[in-house]
C-alpha cells in the first residue's frame, strides 16, 4: 500500500486549514487589539470627565463658600456701622468676628478687599444697590468675582466683567458699572 499518497492527501486539506485558523486567529487577534485600544480611550475619556466633574463640583463648593462668608461679613459690617452711629471701621481687621473666623476667602486664602463706605450715613439697605463694600476676584474663582454691596446683596461678576469691576473700585468709582449682565 501506497501511504505517500494519502499523506498528501490529507497534508493538503490540514495545511488549508491551518492557514484559515491562522487568518481567522490574526484577524481576531487584531480585532481583540482594536477593542482593548477602544475600551482603554473611552475609559480615559471617562476618566478625564470625572475629574473635571469632581473639580467643578469643588469649585461650586467654594464659590458658595466664597459668597456665604461675604454675606456673613456684611452682617457684621451692618452690626458694627449700628453699634458706632452709622460709622464704618477703617479696615475689616477692626470687626470682632470671633474665634475661628477670618476675614479672607475660604478658597485662595486672600484678604477681602475693603472699601469703606465714603460717608458715615450709607446704610445696609435698599437705597445703597450695587456700593461695593468688600469683595473677592481672585483666581480661586476662575476670574469671576464675588462683590459685597452696601445693600447686603452678594454679586457675582464673570471673568469678562470682574476686572472691570474691580478695576472702577480700585480708581475710586463706586458704585462701578454693573452692565447689563453682570455675569460674562
Avoid at 55 to 81: F, H, K, N, P, V
Amino acid at each position: 500500500m501506497n501511504y505517500s499518497k494519502w499523506i498528501v492527501v490529507l497534508l493538503i486539506p490540514v495545511s488549508l486549514l491551518c492557514i484559515v485558523v491562522l487568518i481567522v486567529g490574526g484577524v481576531w487577534w487584531h480585532n481583540a487589539n482594536v477593542v482593548a485600544e477602544k475600551a482603554a480611550k473611552v475609559r480615559a475619556a471617562q476618566e478625564q470627565i470625572e475629574r473635571q466633574h469632581a473639580e467643578r463640583q469643588a469649585a461650586l463648593a467654594g464659590d458658595r463658600a466664597c459668597r456665604s462668608t461675604l454675606e456673613m461679613l456684611g452682617e457684621s459690617l451692618s452690626l458694627y456701622a449700628s453699634e458706632h452711629r452709622g460709622a464704618y471701621p477703617d479696615s475689616l481687621s477692626a470687626l470682632d468676628l470671633g474665634p475661628g473666623w477670618a476675614v479672607e476667602c475660604p478658597v485662595s486664602h486672600s484678604a477681602y478687599l475693603y472699601f469703606r463706605p465714603a460717608k458715615a450715613s450709607d446704610r445696609f439697605g435698599a437705597s445703597a444697590g450695587g456700593v461695593v463694600v468688600a469683595c473677592d476676584a481672585g483666581p480661586a474663582h476662575d476670574g469671576s468675582g464675588f462683590f459685597l454691596c452696601l445693600d447686603g446683596v452678594v454679586r457675582e461678576a464673570g471673568k469678562v466683567n470682574a476686572p472691570r469691576i474691580l478695576g472702577e473700585l480700585k480708581a475710586g468709582k463706586n458704585p462701578p458699572e454693573w452692565g447689563a449682565s453682570e455675569y460674562e
